[in-house]
């Protein structure tokens, strides 16, 4: 049963003239968001006390509200202060709390953005926002401060600043494509985009992040899965936080997804009074696999302003890969990640498995408890490498036209082929004293 008796309800006070199909259209959906607290209250018959409204109306003019009806309809009505769809689609006063530590643009994807619409932080893939729109508003975006501004759809000719940077940048060889979500687009402008992109000759990935099979799945249409299909290889991100989204319709969507051929990633976000608990991700985490999408990342709530009361301690995402690893198929385990405030990339962490380390044996431990040794070999030629492949006996056989990059950072550190023994901080005042006494 894809539409529920509850939903031609909801529908019915949303629309008069509101019919099976056009809750299952997505444009009717997006024409009928839910933007203010007398609307919400009309079609969830939930009422705010009065003192609440004025809180819940000063938040929601510094953070707009915007809910699908679909999302709305997910909404346990009489448990609703309780509820984990609740509490990602309607705000609360706390968004007005700034903290010291947050930050308007915590990740400095702005400062990271050689041209409009891209965020250029890895060498070899680019986050290319093709779309400052979304269906629904989630209370704990991390790009909260773009939230609310003037809804616009790109032009092509911005499109065109972002993917010109694409082609003059040969190293880029990953596109993720975000937003806002870029499935607010019409198919054609997702055509277009993806067949531009498609023919930079060194792009050898796109990858799309989209929110649509949680929160509008109807957005999934047959007309838009066989545009995408004209790009592979075609990854798609979605961004499942709770088991009560995955839904008759969420499934529909990713299946037509799954169908269509392409990968599916999940990237759900560890968040207080929502998901903050091993039991919650680990069945979260088996009902994607069972529809054929694997858990991608377990982020940390960013340092965004107004998310004080999403934020967990790291220990609770580590408590929450304790009760995976080992526990449960090593395909139903995201990889947690901090990402860097300053714009220093996401940081995995992990429980610690070394226990101790001797020259040649390593003791560990296992999800059980189980402390364990591991003989290191005794006789190991250590392969030097000078990044020389034709004079080297492993068989790598590069393609010529590829320009291997040079070893950065720790992999740098690494490198037989690199003299640098330590990468020091900026303003190191040890350092400045010595070229100061020079
Ligand atoms: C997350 C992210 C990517 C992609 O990172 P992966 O670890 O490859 O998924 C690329 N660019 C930016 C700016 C990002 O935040």
């Not at 499109?159 to 198919?187: C, E, H, W």
């Not at 300053?342 to 296992?366: A, C, D, E, H, Q």
């Not at 070893?407 to 350092?431: H, M």
Request: proline share 6%.
């Amino acid at each position: 049963m894809i539409y529920t008796n509850a939903q031609q309800e909801l529908a019915n006070r949303i629309d008069d003239d509101s019919s099976i199909s056009s809750w299952r259209n997505w444009k009717w959906q997006v024409k009928h968001v839910i933007r203010s607290i007398d609307k919400f209250e009309q079609v969830t018959e939930i009422k705010f006390p009065s003192d609440e409204r004025k809180d819940l109306e000063r938040t929601f003019k510094k953070f707009p509200l915007s809910v699908t009806p679909y999302y709305l309809s997910l909404i346990d009505k009489k448990n609703y202060k309780n509820d984990p769809i609740f509490k990602q689609a309607f705000g609360c006063v706390d968004e007005l709390t700034t903290l010291k530590s947050e930050l308007e643009d915590p990740l400095s994807e702005d400062k990271d953005s050689p041209v409009e619409g891209i965020t250029h932080r890895y060498p070899d893939r680019v986050l290319f926002h093709v779309s400052n729109i979304c269906s629904m508003y989630c209370r704990h975006c991390t790009r909260k401060r773009k939230v609310g501004d003037v809804d616009y759809v790109p032009s092509r000719d911005q499109l065109r600043k972002g993917i010109d940077y694409i082609a003059n940048t040969p190293q880029v060889r990953d596109v993720l494509l975000s937003g806002g979500d870029p499935f607010m687009l019409s198919d054609e402008m997702i055509d277009w985009l993806l067949s531009e992109i498609s023919q930079i000759r060194h792009v050898e990935v796109i990858r799309i992040g989209t929110r649509m099979p949680v929160v509008l799945p109807y957005r999934i249409t047959d007309n838009l899965i066989s545009v995408l299909k004209k790009y592979q290889p075609l990854w798609i991100n979605t961004h499942f936080n709770h088991p009560r989204e995955i839904t008759p319709s969420s499934r529909e969507a990713i299946a037509k997804l799954a169908d269509g051929g392409f990968p599916l990633g999940n990237q759900s976000v560890l968040l207080a009074d929502v998901n903050d608990c091993p039991r919650i991700m680990k069945v979260l985490v088996h009902k994607l696999v069972q529809n054929r999408v694997r858990p991608y990342y377990l982020y940390q709530c960013d340092l965004s302003e107004g998310l004080s009361h999403f934020r967990t301690p790291i220990g609770k995402g580590i408590e929450i890969m304790e009760s995976l690893v080992g526990h449960t198929s090593g395909f139903a385990r995201p990889t947690y990640v901090i990402d860097a405030p300053g714009g220093g990339g996401k940081i995995p962490v992990m429980p610690n498995y070394i226990i101790s380390w001797s020259t040649n044996k390593v003791v560990l431990r296992n999800y059980e408890g189980v402390i364990t040794t591991y003989k290191e070999p005794d006789s190991y030629e250590p392969r030097m490498c000078d990044r020389d492949c034709d004079k080297c006996d492993l068989d790598l056989q590069l393609n010529k036209e590829v320009d291997e990059s040079e070893a950065i950072g720790i992999e740098k550190l690494l490198s037989d082929s690199s003299d640098t023994i330590s990468l020091v901080p900026e303003n190191n005042e040890r350092i400045q004293r010595r070229e100061e006494n020079a």
